[in-house]
Nanobody
Framework: VQLQASGGGLVQAGGSLRLSCAASGRTFSNYAVGWFRQAPGKEREFVATSRRAGGSTYYADSVKGRFTISRDNAKNTVYLQMNSLKPEDTAVYSC???????????????????WGQGTLVTVSS
């Protein structure tokens, strides 16, 4: 599976952005797709995951109620709608895919085999 993330940019606090993760190479609907982020000087952290098509979604506590992950299997694309952005959301956001992802592993980046390049999100105060 090849993944291509896009949609990052500069936005003011309180604003919104939508990230896209376009996939190719395999049957997209069979894969869980997640978003992780890495802020400067910090470790990469889990943001959100959509399990297989029609499956569950999971969010980090820090983004619950503000971010929404969705997928369009016809377009082989997963979206991350980010609302009410805060300066602490500034990071490089990467999407990743996994097959056979179990619920206890959704936040574990090691469980994701395929990774796209990151897209930078900068939130100004």
């Amino acid at each position: 599976v090849q993944l291509q993330a896009s949609g990052g940019g500069l936005v003011q606090a309180g604003g919104s952005l939508r990230l896209s993760c376009a996939a190719s190479g395999r049957t997209f609907s069979n894969y869980a797709v997640g978003w992780f982020r890495q802020a400067p000087g910090k470790e990469r952290e889990f943001v959100a995951t959509s399990r297989r098509a029609g499956g569950s979604t999971y969010y980090a506590d820090s983004v619950k109620g503000r971010f929404t992950i969705s997928r369009d299997n016809a377009k082989n694309t997963v979206y991350l709608q980010m609302n009410s952005l805060k300066p602490e959301d500034t990071a490089v956001y990467s999407c990743a895919a996994a097959s056979g992802l179990i619920s206890s592993s959704v936040t574990n980046e090691a469980a994701y085999k395929y990774w796209g390049q990151g897209t930078l999100v900068t939130v100004s105060s």
